[in-house]
Nanobody, 122 residues
Framework: QVQLVESGGGLVQAGGSLRLSCAAS????????MGWFRQAPGKEREFVAY????????KYADSVKGRFTISRDNAENTVYLQMNSLKPEDTAVYYC???????????????WGQGTQVTVSS
């Protein structure tokens, strides 16, 4: 079992930045691919980014490429999502997830956090 707790969400103006954190506990953090997903009201959960087990490989959704950066600190059992140049369409609940595959679909992840709200005002 892996427990995930997100933090760092909030309200920010368009063009601003936020840094999300996801702290993991339980099984060995470095075994897992870590992903960030988001879900806006009335929409399906969508992939944002993932980082491989030792951080050497990352992938981003086209909608966030060049603005968001995912990273992990295996010594601190934490994954981060640095979000810059935020847009109103980035407004959503952001979830971190842990899985064993390098995959962009939610079904590929075994463990999920409770989510943190990000709201970007125009």
């Amino acid at each position: 079992q892996v427990q995930l707790v997100e933090s760092g969400g909030g309200l920010v103006q368009a063009g601003g930045s936020l840094r999300l954190s996801c702290a993991a506990s339980g099984q060995t953090f470095s075994r897992y691919t870590m992903g960030w997903f988001r879900q806006a009201p009335g929409k399906e959960r969508e992939f944002v980014a993932y980082v491989s087990q030792v951080g050497g490989f990352t992938k981003y959704a086209d909608s966030v490429k060049g603005r968001f950066t995912i990273s992990r600190d295996n010594a601190e059992n934490t994954v981060y999502l640095q979000m810059n140049s935020l847009k109103p369409e980035d407004t959503a609940v952001y979830y971190c997830a842990a899985g064993t595959l390098l995959i962009v679909t939610p079904e590929g992840y075994n463990y999920w956090g409770q989510g943190t709200q990000v709201t970007v005002s125009s």
